[in-house]
């Protein structure tokens, strides 16, 4: 199993990517622990996984600290962590986004990462290294009209994949993301807004928007030892819809 005797967490693993994420590592030997704001939905994944469930706000810094401590206390150490959550606004115009609801977009898609850097780094050079893996977006590789301030998140989080991978590479952390096109989440509806899927679909490549299992596989394989030497990396996950 690639994953054996690895501890990690993953983010808004309560449904969608993050839910498969977390299904994907324990079933390839890691201890997970699955943090959420959908108590219900995220303890019945934990559970079903044989993992822990934490009530984590990613954009509040007291519940990222007791996320990773929940990781470190449990098992011992932390190897991967994958910030998975992630919120989007409803394709409109951007002008038609209020300042509230941009504010909760970069506090839960690029501040959480700060934070997570925060708590998790300084754990994983007194072990020896690990990994961060950050889900981004295609929206961040090439953005379209309509989720202007959601392809500017995405946008930050690749920037700070690759500036984060370059500063702790001596620490032996690693530090990658994922860039998924559109999936069967519950964000889908806000992503396609007044479009309609089989439009959406058109402008991917291989046909059809990626599954939960698809990022799930390509988690897996950065989160391995068979991603020992990647880092840095932005990987898309998209059908060639970026290209």
């Not at 990773?68 to 394709?91: E, F, K, M, P, W």
């Not at 609801?101 to 700060?114: G, H, L, M, P, Q």
């Not at 930050?156 to 370059?166: F, G, H, N, Q, R």
């Not at 679909?201 to 599954?211: D, W």
Request: with cysteine; proline share 4%.
């Amino acid at each position: 199993m690639k994953l054996q005797d690895k501890v990690a967490v993953v983010t808004g693993a309560a449904s969608g990517f993050g839910e498969a994420i977390a299904r994907r590592y324990a079933a390839e030997g890691a201890q997970v622990v699955c943090a959420d704001l959908n108590d219900q939905l995220g303890k019945k994944v934990a559970d079903e996984i044989g993992g822990a469930y934490v009530h984590a706000d990613v954009a509040d810094r007291d519940d990222v600290r007791t996320m990773v401590r929940t990781a470190v206390d449990r098992y011992g150490r932390l190897d991967a962590l994958v910030n998975n959550a992630g919120i989007t606004h409803v394709n409109r115009p951007m002008l038609d986004v209020g300042e509230e609801e941009f504010d909760r977009i970069f506090a839960v898609n690029v501040k959480s990462i700060y934070l997570a850097a925060m708590e998790v780094v300084p754990v994983m050079r007194e072990q020896g290294g690990g990994c961060m893996i950050n889900t981004a977006s295609t929206a961040g590789l090439r953005p379209r009209p309509g989720l202007t301030w959601y392809n500017a998140s995405k946008g930050a989080v690749i920037t700070m994949t690759k500036s984060m991978a370059a500063e702790l590479g001596p620490d032996n952390i690693r530090v990658n993301a994922l860039c998924p096109v559109a999936g069967d989440t519950p964000l889908l509806p806000s992503f396609l807004g007044a479009n309609t899927r089989a439009a959406f679909e058109a402008t991917v490549p291989l046909g059809r928007l990626c599954t939960s299992e698809d990022v799930a596989k390509a988690a897996l394989w950065l989160a391995s030892d068979e991603a020992g030497f990647i880092t840095g990396v932005a990987l898309p996950v998209d059908g060639g819809r970026a290209v």
